[in-house]
C-alpha cells in the first residue's frame, strides 16, 4: 500500500506546484486547478451550445450531411466555421479538465469516506463523455469519421452479443442510409442530454456546488477557445468512401485514442483496458484509507434553530427539523453517512460564542474529537504559558500548514479541523483574554480542503456573514493569511510582519480585558 | 487590480492549454495502413440449411388443418463452415455458429486481412449444410487491388452465392 500512497502524494506535489504557478497568474479564486469541475461545466455548456447551433443548420442525410459540415468549414471564420472549431475544441477541452479533475480529487485523497458518493457518480461520467466524444466524431461522414466508426463497430463486434454484425454495415458502400444518420444525431444529442442528468447526479449531494467559473476564468477560457478556434480550425476529411481504407487519419487524441489501443493490442486488450479502469476507479472507495472523522453532534437544548449550520455545511450533510416540544421551532439534525466531520457548523452557531458564563461551554452542534469548550479551556491555558509580548494566538487548520510549529514563547497556535469551524467570538475572545493580535490561517484561497470553510470565515471576520465579527473588535489585531502545507516561510515572513505592526500598535486600540492581565515587567 | 505580470502569466497559460488541445485534436497523425497495403473483408450473413424431412400422406392427416405443412424440419440450423485462400495459402478456416438460443439465427461473419498492393489470387469456399461434405459454394479469381483499396467478399443467394466487390 506503501507505494501507491508514494504515488499519490508525488502526484499531488506536482498538482501544488502547478497551482502555485497558476496562483501567481490567476489568483485562487480563478485558480483554474483549483475550479476544474466548475470549469468543466462551462466547456460542457460551450460545446452544448455550439452543438445546438450546428444541429439547426446540418442537414443530416447520408449524402448531404458532409456537403453541408464542408460549407461550414470552406469558411472557417463565419459564425458557422467558428463555432464548429469551438465544438471540437470545447469537447477535447472536456476531455483534458475531467481527467485533471480526477487525478487532482483522487491525488488529494478525496476517493473515500463521506465523499464516495462524489466519487463513484463520477465514473459514469466518463463512460458519457467518451461515448458522446466518439459519436460525435462519426456525425460529418469524412473519412475520419469512417474510420472512427468502423473502429468502433470492429470493438463492439468482439462482444459476443454482436458477433460481427455491426461491423458488416460499413462493410460496403450503400449498406448505409439515411436513417443511420438519424439515428446518430439522435444519439450524438441523447447521450450528452444523459450525461447532463449525471453531471447533476454528480453534483447534487454537496451544497453551494462551483458549478461555473468566476467572470474572469470563464472570459479567458472562452476567448482562449474562440482565438484557437480561428487560428487553427477544425479540419474535415475528404468524403467517407467505404470501399476504400482510411489509411492515415488526422486523429483527435482526447476522443478517439481507443482505436489506436485496439488496433495496436486487439479489441480484447481495449476492452480490458477500459473494465480494468472502471473497476479500479469504483473500487478505490473500499481500499483502505485513512478513517474517518467524528460525525458533528446536535444539542437540542443549545439549539434554537436559526438553521446557520444547515445554510454553511458544505456537505448538506445538515436538515433542520420540526423540533419535537417546542411547536413552531426547528432543531438540527445530522445526517451521518453525509458528514464530513469539518466542525464548520459548529463555527457557524451562534451558541459557540466562548462569553457565555457557564462551566461547561455546550454548543447547539459541536464535533466531539474538538469540543468548542475545550477550545476555550486550551485557548485560556496556552495563552497563559505565553512569556513575551506582542503574545499573538494562531488558529490555523490541520488540512493546511501545521500551526503548532509557529508555536514559541510570544505565539501559541490552535489547530482546527478546519478553518471554517471557528467561532468568530474566539477571536475576541482571545484579544480579551490577554493577546495583542490573532492570526487567522488555513487553506488558500479557493482551496479548502472542505470546500467552503475558507470562505466562510474570511467573510465572517469581514462581517459579511453570520454569525460576524462584532466591528468593535480592532482590525489593527487581527490579520488573516491563507498558508497551505508548503507555505510554512509566507507564514513565518507573515507573523513576523504582524509581530512588528503590533509592537508599533503598542497599546493603542485595545479591547477592554475580561481578566486581569498578565503584566511581565523586566 | 491585476499585476501586468500576472496578465503575462494568464497569456501565457491559457497559450499552453490552447497549444496543447489545438495539437492533439489532430496530430500526431495516425496511420492504420501502410501506404503499400490493401484489405481483403470477409463479410457474410446467411441462413444455412435446416435438416428437413418430407411428412407421409398419413403424417398429414393427423395434423390439424392449419398445420399440414409438406415439410418437417429441425429448427437448428447448420454451421456455415468457411475457407478463404489467397495466393495458395488458406489465411481463414472456420466454421461460423448460427445465432439464437435454439441455434435457428443467421449466422454471421466479419474478418478483416491485411494484404499487399497488387494483384493476388483469391478463392472462397462456402458449406451452409452439414449433411453434404466438401463445399456447397465456392468463387475464385484474380483481383488486382489498388493501394488503400478494400474488397469485400460477400455471399448472397440472389446473386448467385459467393462474389467479389
Ligand atoms: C467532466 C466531468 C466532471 C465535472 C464537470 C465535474 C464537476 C464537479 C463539480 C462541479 C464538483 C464540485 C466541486 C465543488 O463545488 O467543490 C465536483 C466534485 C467532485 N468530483 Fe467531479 N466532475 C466531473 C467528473 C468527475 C470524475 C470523473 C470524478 C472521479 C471519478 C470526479 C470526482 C469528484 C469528487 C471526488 C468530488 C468531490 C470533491 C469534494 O468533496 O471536495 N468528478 N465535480
Ligand atoms: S461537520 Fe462539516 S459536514 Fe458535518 S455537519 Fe458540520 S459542517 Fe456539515
Ligand atoms: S447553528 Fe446552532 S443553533 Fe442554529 S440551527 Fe444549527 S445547531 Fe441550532
Redesign the interface.
Known amino acids: 500500500m506503501k507505494s501507491k500512497v508514494n504515488l499519490r502524494t508525488g502526484v499531488r506535489a506536482v498538482f501544488e506546484r502547478a497551482e502555485d ?2 496562483d ?4 485562487g479564486a480563478n485558480n483554474p486547478l483549483r475550479h476544474l469541475g466548475a470549469l468543466g461545466f462551462l466547456l460542457f455548456w460551450i460545446v452544448a451550445i455550439s452543438g445546438l447551433y450546428l444541429y439547426i443548420v446540418l442537414d443530416t442525410g447520408i449524402t448531404q450531411v458532409y456537403e453541408s459540415v464542408r460549407a461550414l468549414s470552406s469558411d472557417p471564420r463565419a459564425p458557422g466555421g467558428i463555432l464548429r472549431s469551438m465544438h ?2 470545447g469537447a ?2 472536456f476531455m ?1 479538465v475531467m481527467g485533471l479533475h480526477l487525478v487532482r480529487e483522487w491525488a488529494f485523497g478525496r476517493s473515500h469516506g463521506f465523499r464516495w458518493y462524489s466519487w463513484v457518480s463520477g465514473v459514469p461520467l466518463i463512460w458519457l463523455a467518451f461515448a458522446s466524444g466518439i459519436g460525435g466524431y462519426w456525425i460529418p461522414w469524412d473519412r475520419l469519421a469512417q ?1 472512427s466508426a468502423l473502429a468502433t463497430a ?1 470493438w463492439l ?1 468482439w462482444l459476443p452479443l454482436f ?3 455491426i ?2 454495415n460499413f ?2 458502400p450503400g449498406v448505409l442510409n439515411d436513417r443511420f444518420f438519424t439515428l446518430l444525431v439522435f444519439i450524438h444529442l441523447g447521450v450528452p442530454l444523459l450525461l447532463l442528468v449525471a453531471l447533476w447526479a454528480h453534483v447534487h449531494r454537496i451544497s453551494r456546488v462551483d458549478h461555473f467559473p468566476r467572470r474572469r476564468l470563464a472570459i ?2 472562452g ?3 474562440l ?2 478556434a480561428l ?2 480550425p ?2 474535415l476529411d475528404a468524403a467517407a468512401d ?13 476522443i478517439l485514442f481507443i ?2 489501443l485496439a ?1 495496436a493490442t486487439s479489441s480484447a486488450t481495449a476492452w480490458l483496458f477500459v473494465a480494468a479502469v472502471s473497476v479500479l476507479l469504483l473500487v478505490l472507495p473500499l481500499l483502505p484509507h485513512p478513517a474517518r472523522q467524528p460525525v458533528a453532534r446536535v444539542s437540542p437544548a443549545n439549539c434554537n434553530g436559526c438553521s446557520r449550520c444547515f445554510a454553511d455545511c458544505p456537505y448538506a450533510a445538515v436538515v433542520m427539523e420540526p423540533h419535537p416540544d417546542k411547536p413552531g421551532h426547528k432543531l438540527a439534525r445530522v445526517i451521518p453517512e453525509l458528514c464530513a466531520g469539518c466542525g464548520i457548523c459548529a463555527g457557524a452557531c451562534p451558541s459557540s460564542t466562548p462569553f457565555r458564563s457557564v462551566e461547561e461551554l455546550v454548543t447547539g452542534i459541536d464535533m466531539p474529537q474538538q469540543p468548542v469548550d475545550a477550545l476555550r479551556r486550551e485557548l485560556a491555558a496556552r495563552l497563559a504559558r505565553l512569556e513575551a509580548a506582542p503574545r499573538a494566538v494562531v488558529f490555523g487548520c490541520t488540512e493546511a500548514f501545521d500551526v503548532r510549529a509557529l508555536e514559541d514563547a510570544r505565539t501559541c497556535a490552535i489547530s482546527l479541523l478546519c478553518t471554517g469551524m471557528l467561532p468568530p467570538s474566539l477571536v475576541e475572545y482571545a484579544l480579551r483574554s490577554g493577546a495583542d493580535g490573532v492570526l487567522v490561517t488555513g487553506c488558500r484561497e479557493g482551496g479548502c480542503a472542505f470546500r467552503l470553510g475558507n470562505g466562510w470565515i474570511g467573510e465572517r471576520l469581514r462581517g459579511e456573514r453570520e454569525p460576524h465579527l462584532r466591528a468593535s473588535v480592532p482590525a489593527q489585531r487581527l490579520r488573516v493569511l491563507w498558508a497551505d502545507a508548503r507555505d510554512g516561510e509566507r507564514l513565518r515572513a507573515g507573523l513576523a510582519e504582524f509581530r512588528r505592526d503590533l509592537d508599533a500598535l503598542g497599546d493603542a486600540h485595545r479591547p477592554r480585558s475580561i481578566v486581569r492581565r498578565i503584566v511581565h515587567h523586566g | 487590480m491585476v499585476k501586468p505580470l ?1 496578465l503575462v ?2 497569456v ?4 499552453a ?2 497549444a ?3 495539437y ?4 500526431p ?7 503499400d ?3 481483403v ?1 470477409l ?3 446467411h441462413f444455412g440449411a435446416r435438416e428437413c424431412r418430407t411428412r407421409s400422406a398419413a403424417e398429414l392427416a393427423r395434423l390439424p388443418p392449419n398445420m399440414r405443412a409438406p415439410l418437417e424440419c429441425k429448427r437448428e440450423r447448420s454451421p456455415l463452415r468457411i475457407e478463404v485462400e489467397l495466393d495458395g495459402q488458406t489465411v481463414y478456416r472456420d466454421s461460423i455458429r448460427p ?1 439464437g438460443i435454439a441455434r435457428d439465427g443467421v449466422a ?3 474478418r ?1 486481412f491485411e494484404v499487399g498492393a497488387g494483384t493476388h489470387r483469391l478463392a472462397v469456399r462456402l458449406n451452409d449444410d452439414a449433411r453434404v461434405s466438401g463445399f456447397t459454394h465456392m468463387h475464385e479469381g484474380a483481383v488486382e487491388l489498388k ?4 474488397l ?1 467478399i ?1 455471399f448472397n443467394p440472389d446473386h448467385g452465392g459467393l462474389f467479389f ?1
Open positions: 504557478l497558476f501567481a497568474g490567476f489568483g471540437r475544441y477535447d477541452g483534458l474510420f470492429e463486434d458477433g460481427g454484425a461491423s458488416r462493410a460496403s479567458g477560457t476567448l482562449t477557445l482565438l484557437l487560428i487553427a477544425a479540419r467505404l470501399s476504400i481504407v482510411p489509411a492515415e487519419v488526422a486523429l483527435d487524441w482526447f482505436h489506436p488496433y | 500576472s502569466g494568464q501565457v497559460l491559457y497559450a492549454f490552447a496543447f488541445i489545438g492533439f485534436a489532430s496530430h497523425k495516425y496511420r492504420h495502413l501502410a501506404p497495403r490493401a484489405m473483408k463479410s457474410m450473413s445465432t454471421a461473419v466479419y478483416r493501394p488503400a483499396q478494400i469485400v460477400d466487390r
